[in-house]
Nanobody, 121 residues
Framework: QVQLVESGGGLVRPGGSLRLSCTAS????????VGWYRQAPGKKREFVAC???????NYGSSLKGVFTISKDDAKNTVDLQMDSLNVEDTAVYYC???????????????WGQGTQVTVSS
């Protein structure tokens, strides 16, 4: 069983930045895709971004250029740098991964516990 542990959430003012980190219990190169989903109160879970073994990435609509996903193979971590945050980015952010498929169109098999991001003045 793959364990995913998120860190880095918190409270930030509009226009600010946060960096989330997801640490996997296995080599991230053994996973086809690793990334992030988010769920805001009263809304459906939404794809944010994912990264593949070759370093290529996919982003949810409107998030490319504002959010940046990266990975550190040596540390088995996938980070999400979030800039220019606004109140609509408030949500629980979940790390998600799949050993065989992209998580772009549907979530993968493995989930972290989630980390709260709150954007508020």
């Amino acid at each position: 069983q793959v364990q995913l542990v998120e860190s880095g959430g918190g409270l930030v003012r509009p226009g600010g930045s946060l960096r989330l980190s997801c640490t996997a219990s296995v080599s991230i190169n053994s996973l086809y895709a690793v990334g992030w989903y988010r769920q805001a109160p009263g809304k459906k879970r939404e794809f944010v971004a994912c990264i593949y073994g070759d370093g290529k990435a996919n982003y949810g609509s409107s998030l490319k250029g504002v959010f940046t996903i990266s990975k550190d193979d040596a540390k088995n971590t996938v980070d999400l740098q979030m800039d220019s945050l606004n109140v609509e980015d408030t949500a629980v952010y979940y790390c998600n991964a799949d050993p065989n498929y992209t998580i772009l169109v549907r979530p993968g098999d493995y989930w972290g516990q989630g980390t709260q991001v709150t954007v508020s003045s």
